[in-house]
């Protein structure tokens, strides 16, 4: 895999990184979910600043997300996929989780697969289907257990004109379970075979959407 334009990978840390509140004005949003909005670092364009929404501070997702992370690292591999997590920052939003921002070799912030295939009406889909079926069977080949994989959490970075790399830039998916028992949180046997049917989900889904990109523009 092709890593982003970023620093080497960061030490495991929740702490809050220096005594300045940074400052977030909407300018700066370029992501907006139901829990997070997402912004560009003020002071570091190659990091992004995810604040979690004031009606949903009793579900810490940046946290999820952190420890997601950690999980990872711990796991060890080759991560160069990721939008890399590196602590958490005072803002005047409340506590911020500074990430890697994805950007094309041209400086442009990546679009996620959601943005690609169901507003980018010159998107070479049979080119797209193959760079994520290739980037599922390395998940899988290579025991990265990341089960979130919806098309608003996987960008695709350009590498070139005619080049793109996938990149997940959420990973609470990792940590977090919706299963009363989850064995595919500790046992790779069950994680391989959820992994499996969340692949085969997203490939299924990013077809799907493409054919349905007309309604779906009016429902985002």
Request: aromatic fraction near 8%; proline fraction near 4%.
């Amino acid at each position: 895999m092709v890593s982003a334009d970023s620093e080497s990978r960061p030490s495991c840390t929740t702490a809050l990184e220096g005594d300045e509140v940074i400052r977030l004005s909407d300018a700066l949003i370029i992501n907006r979910g139901k829990e997070r909005v997402c912004f560009v670092h003020p002071h570091k364009p190659e990091r992004v600043v995810k604040v979690v929404l004031q009606n949903e501070r009793t579900n810490p997702a940046n946290i999820q997300e952190l420890k997601g992370y950690h999980m990872l690292l711990k796991e060890g591999g080759d991560l160069s996929f990721l939008s890399h997590c590196h602590g958490f920052v005072a803002t005047d939003r409340g506590p911020g989780l500074v990430c890697d921002c994805i950007r094309d070799f041209d400086g442009t912030i990546s679009p996620t697969i959601w943005d690609t295939v169901v507003f980018q009406d010159d998107c070479d889909m049979e080119y797209l289907v193959a760079v994520m079926e290739t980037f599922c069977d390395f998940l899988i080949a290579n025991r990265l257990w990341i089960f979130d994989l919806n098309l608003k959490n996987i960008v695709l970075r350009r590498a070139s004109e005619n080049t793109l790399h996938p990149y997940v830039i959420d990973l609470k998916g990792r940590y977090v379970s919706h299963t009363l028992i989850p064995l595919a949180k500790y046992f790779h046997f069950f994680a391989r075979k959820k992994m499996i049917r969340r692949t085969a989900q997203l490939l299924q889904r990013i077809v799907e959407f493409r054919d349905r990109r007309e309604e779906l523009r009016l429902l985002d």
